[in-house]
């Protein structure tokens, strides 16, 4: 019987999805070697939230609560931050495992991991970034609340010690991504680049500490995601746009923000390193954000986006949405359309699930 439910359930998938996942993995990825995994369990913030937001004090008033978002693939707001699926919705369905509930939905079905990402959760708690000015104004679901949710979640559904450890053990455990946050809000709350680039260091330790926690209750297999290049992302493009040429790049992104970008990634790369030396038999894959998007910007008329249809949000503040998302990268100025969740969810699984599959101890990071 479980062999047939799990067979009727890809085959819905099949069905359900733009392409499928048969399609989806075979046309867009390649015949890849299967990696089983029982479970996914996803922290971060707007980018991965299936839901946790619109659920928290309040969050039924946010605007993720209602359609326009949602529209093209569910016809209804879920509480995912785009019009559909996001990135999260391609990996679980790569990996033929259900889409994921958020932990605040109550008496849903856990059984296959769990989303316990927040819209607006910053990698730092709002009282460390309240103490260098900078208010988080969503949530107060920070990356530690989010660790705190998964040990009461194991807890709830372990008969053991050693029956979590296994359990977290033959999961896959995607670390973001988070952090961009902390950032965003730092920048649009008019502190200065010094003051940002000082709290990289913070940002990026928090995100260590957290990865660590996750090894000790058994994780083996984590995907950590880096920043990216936000300054090629509408809300920056448009709240810091400016008529001095020299402050753009050939792609007309900004060039002193997608410097930020590479300093945090490269910050969170050497952190992940070490954390590969102090755990040789855990496999720890840098998924670099970064590389995809400038991917999918570079290659945005070939992949049906249009010349500038990555400059223009789907649904800009103000303005009637577009009528075709599919032609858009940008959904709402800094959240993805599902086409362009879909895009860079193909480019990063094309990278980081070789690493998964690499024997630990043969495991290098890649930047």
């Not at 858009?328 to 800094?334: E, H, S």
């Not at 480019?347 to 699930?353: A, E, Q």
Request: proline share 5%.
């Amino acid at each position: 019987m479980r062999h047939f439910l799990l067979h009727l359930f890809i085959i819905l998938c099949t069905i359900l999805t733009p392409k499928g996942i048969k399609a989806f993995v075979r046309s867009n990825i390649g015949e890849m070697p299967t990696i089983e995994y029982e479970a996914i369990y996803q922290f971060g913030d707007s980018l991965s939230d299936t839901g946790n937001i619109i659920r928290e004090r309040n969050g039924h008033g946010l605007s993720y609560a209602r359609l326009p978002y949602g529209r093209t693939f569910f016809h209804r707001a879920t509480g995912r931050c785009s019009d559909g699926l996001l990135m999260v919705d391609y990996f679980a369905m790569f990996f033929h495992l259900p889409l994921l509930n958020p932990i605040l939905a109550r008496g849903s079905n856990f059984r296959y991991g769990a989303n316990f990402a927040v819209a607006g959760a910053t990698a730092l708690d709002p009282t460390t970034l309240a103490a260098v000015n900078v208010t988080s104004p969503v949530t107060l679901s920070s990356l530690s609340t989010q660790i705190h949710w998964f040990k009461s979640h194991l807890t709830s559904v372990c008969h053991s010690p050693s029956d979590c450890k296994r359990r977290v053990e033959k999961s896959l455990v995607l670390m973001g991504e988070i952090g961009g946050n902390d950032y965003n809000f730092a920048f649009f709350q008019n502190r200065t680049m010094r003051e940002v680039y000082a709290l990289v260091p913070q940002v990026v330790q928090a995100i260590k500490d957290s990865v660590q926690e996750i090894i000790k209750l058994g994780a083996m297999n984590i995907v950590v995601p880096g920043n990216f290049p936000i300054g090629c992302v509408p809300i920056y493009l448009d709240q810091f746009k400016t008529n001095d040429t020299s402050k753009y790049d050939e792609l007309n992104c900004l060039k002193e923000y997608n410097e930020f970008s590479r300093l945090h990634n490269a910050r969170l790369i050497e952190a992940i390193q070490d954390l590969q030396d102090q755990y040789p038999r855990v496999t720890i894959a840098y998924a670099d954000y970064y590389s995809a998007l400038k991917w999918v910007v570079t290659s945005a008329p070939a992949l049906g986006f249009g010349k500038d249809g990555w400059k223009k949000a789907c649904c800009a503040q103000d303005v009637a949405c577009c009528t075709n998302p599919s032609k858009r990268v940008n959904w709402d100025g800094i959240h993805m359309t599902q086409a362009g969740n879909k895009y860079v969810a193909e480019w990063l699984l094309r990278h980081f699930v070789p690493i998964l599959q690499q024997r630990p101890r043969q495991q290098h990071v890649h930047g």
